[in-house]
Structure formats: C-alpha cells, structure tokens
C-alpha cells in the first residue's frame, strides 16, 4: 500500500475509534495495532516488541514522577479555604482599579494556577468563593463568568503545570525550561484581561457597583498577609527548581511538603482531607500515565506509518511559509478542541504536528506554550469545553450563557496567541536568561 494511504487509513482508524465512544488510551493503542497489523503487516510477536518497548520506555520516565507529587500539592491546597485567603487578601489592593473586585478572579486564579497545575481545579476553587460575592455585591455576572472561565484555564500554562510536564516528555523538551517560558505569556494574558475589565468599568454602566468598597491600611496589609501561604509556596516550587538546586520532579517533592506544613500551622489538615487527595491525584495520575504510554505506542505506529512525513508533504504542496503553517496549526487545534480534551489532543497530535513545527523552523519551547494556549482555547468552546461545565455547575445557567460569557475572553487568548507568533521572545526570553 502507498504511503499516503497507510497514512490516511491511520488517521482513520483514529477518529473511528474515538467515534465509536472507546476510553481514550484503549482507543489509542488500537490504532496502533490496528496500523501495525491491518496496514504495515507486521507480525504480532514484532508488534509486542515495539509496544513494550515504547510503552515501558514512557512508563520509567523519570520526568513524569512529578505529574502525581504535583497533583498531590494541587488537591491538598484544593481542599483547604486557599481561594477564601486569596479574595479576601485581593480585595483591598484591586479596590482602585476600575471594575475592582472583578480583578479579584483573574488575579486569583493567576495565583491559583501556580500551585495547581490544574484547570479545573483553579477554575472551581476560586469560583465558589468570588462568583457568589460578586453577585451579592452587584458586579456584571457576565463578565465575572466569563473572566473566571477564561481565568481558570491559565492553570495549565502557568507553572507548575502537569500539560507542560507531559509536553516536555513527549517531545524530550527540557521542563524547567518549559516551565520558565509560561510564566510571560500567562501574565500577558492575565493582563488583557484585566485590561478588558477595566476598559468595560470605564465605557459601561453596571459593570461595577457604583459605591466601592472603602479599606483601612490594616486591611492591606491583612490582605498581604492573607496571600503570604501562597506566595511561600510559590517561591519554594518555582525558587528550588530555577535556582538549579531541585529537577521539577524534587520541585514537586518540595511543593507537597511545603503544601503540608501550610495546612497544618493554618489548622486544616486531617487525616480524611489527607487520604481523599491522595486518591484523588492517584486516580487523576492513573489517567494521565495511562493515556501516555497508550500514545507512545501510538507514536511508534505513526512513525512506521510515516504519517508526519505524509502530512508534512501535503502540508507543502499548500506552498503555506512558517507563519502560515502556524496559523493553520493554530486553527487546527481550536476546531478539535471543540470536541477533544486537552490531554487527548496533546498525546494524539504531536506525533504528527511536532515534527511539521521543528522543519518550519520554531522553537520547540515556543510550540509547546502555543499548544498549551490552543488547547486552553479548546476549554472555552462548546460542545467539549470543560471550564464551561465548571461554569454551569457552578451557576446553573445554560451552557450557551455561560460561553456566550466567556465569548470575549476567548478573542482576547486569540489575540495574545498572534501577539507570541509576531514576538516569539515574549516566550524565550526567560528560560534564555535562566538556562542560557
């Protein structure tokens, strides 16, 4: 059979397995077999060969033991009144900027994401303490909404961040130096939208309460002292790992033990908090780990495909330059995150598109913090947008509502999205001072 049609019968079997509503990794390591066996001919004793090969590989990375201490740190500071601290300690110091507490949920969840590395959990946590307030305190709900959901999606960008980690492994991209371009490209986008409160406030009516809220001096140091256990942890994950002192692994061993002294002065920890996020990130890890050993069989299968070379031909026929490949790139991953997750989406096309982005000539460390927006896209949009039924949980209203919502947010993460492809050292410029 010709290449290209071993190739287009792959990326068939791909999508008619998921079609076909199979679990993700049993979907993923059919395709492999399924292109071995129907496609390639191998014999099965050689398909067992390069499935335990590929698989045990990923499994003994030594890079992915910090996905569950990681998720460890996030469900213990998920089950603690962190977010409570974090809006109370917020309040004061947003109360003169135009749309006041409105601030408090982008800068909230900022923080959040960087002792999370989780979406939804920055996405619940902060919103079942600032969504309420607000709306008791006659702020735009809409807006408030659609902040939080856009907001909440920045916990796989920011670090630490379990995507990143599975992104660097998957492509054998350094994680530290991962971890460092994220921190840029979530403030930039923590600022757009905090621009658009502000402008909002200022253009319209109702955005905010006429009357604001007036604070004391105590209050703003009361309010610094309330986000200090986040600020500890934040500088004792991201400080050990960027001073070279700790691999992100030893980072995350830090982070849960930093997490558990924090519970324990603030008097919150016991001992079923303690066993149901244990069980909470084992189950969380068990998901993430299987998904990725199923995708590096799968990866093994594309590549005896040659599916990437494949695409990459067709692609070139398209007479698309780097900033053109990009874009399509770009789009490519708004349309399938309408109806993938973000884990799923990561493992299932790097394979093909990593190698497509290294012959155009970008950064690898620049592509895996594209992706990471791309998919972040991919929470806002319905029918598959998880923040979106974080959201309606959380609200009650309709799924429409709520990414109607979260519409403007969506254009402003677009927007940062073209601002990093036309200035890629908004990216690179971090982990280029840090690690040379």
Request: hydrophobic share 60%; with cysteine.
């Amino acid at each position: 059979m010709e290449p290209f049609y071993i190739a287009l019968a792959t990326i068939l079997f791909l999508f008619g397995y998921l079609f076909l509503g199979l679990w993700i990794f049993v979907a993923i390591t059919a395709v492999g077999l399924s292109s071995m066996f129907f496609l390639l001919d191998f014999p099965l004793d050689r398909i067992g060969s390069i499935m335990r090969a590929a698989m045990w590989r990923t499994a003994t990375s030594y890079e992915l033991a910090s996905v569950p201490l990681f998720l460890i740190m996030g469900e213990l500071i998920f089950r603690t009144d962190i977010s409570d601290r974090l809006f109370r300690g917020l309040s004061p110091w947003t109360s003169f900027i135009p749309g006041r507490l409105l601030h408090c949920t982008v800068a909230g969840c900022t923080m959040f994401a960087a002792i999370t590395g989780s979406t939804t959990a920055s996405t619940a946590t902060v919103g079942k303490i600032t969504l309420p307030e607000l709306q008791r305190r006659g702020y735009d709900f809409n807006i408030a909404m659609g902040s939080l959901a856009a907001a909440g999606s920045l916990g796989i960008l920011i670090p630490p961040s379990v995507a990143l980690i599975i992104y660097g492994v998957l492509t054998e991209t350094s994680i530290a130096r991962l971890f460092a371009a994220g921190i840029l490209p979530g403030l930039l986008i923590s600022g757009l939208f905090m621009l658009y409160i502000a402008g909002s406030a200022l253009l319209r009516k109702g955005v905010a309460p006429e009357t604001a809220e007036t604070y004391t001096w105590k209050d703003y140091v009361g309010g610094l002292w309330e986000v200090t256990p986040i600020v500890v942890l934040m500088l004792l994950v991201l400080g050990s790992l960027y001073a070279g002192v700790a691999t992100p692994s030893e980072a995350a061993a830090i982070g849960v033990l930093a997490a558990l002294v924090i519970i324990v002065a603030t008097r919150q920890f016991s001992l079923p908090m303690l066993m149901e996020s244990l069980l909470g990130a084992a189950r969380t890890s068990c998901m993430v780990l299987s998904i990725m050993v199923a995708a590096a069989f799968m990866s093994s299968a594309i590549s005896f495909a040659h599916v990437p070379q494949e695409v990459s031909r067709l692609i070139g026929t398209l007479g698309l330059g780097p900033i053109g490949l990009i874009l399509l790139i770009g789009l490519f991953y708004i349309v399938i995150g309408m109806f993938l997750d973000g884990m799923s989406i990561m493992v299932m096309t790097l394979p093909i598109t990593f190698p497509l982005i290294m012959a155009a000539g970008w950064d690898p460390v620049w592509f895996g913090i594209f992706l990471i927006i791309g998919i972040e896209l991919g929470l806002l949009t319905p029918p598959v947008g998880f923040n979106l039924f974080v959201l309606q949980n959380l609200t009650g209203r309709s799924l429409g509502e709520v990414a109607w919502a979260a519409f403007p947010f969506f254009c402003l993460m677009v927007v940062a999205a073209l601002i990093l492809i036309v200035f890629p050292q908004i990216v690179l410029v971090l982990p280029g001072l840090m690690f040379g």
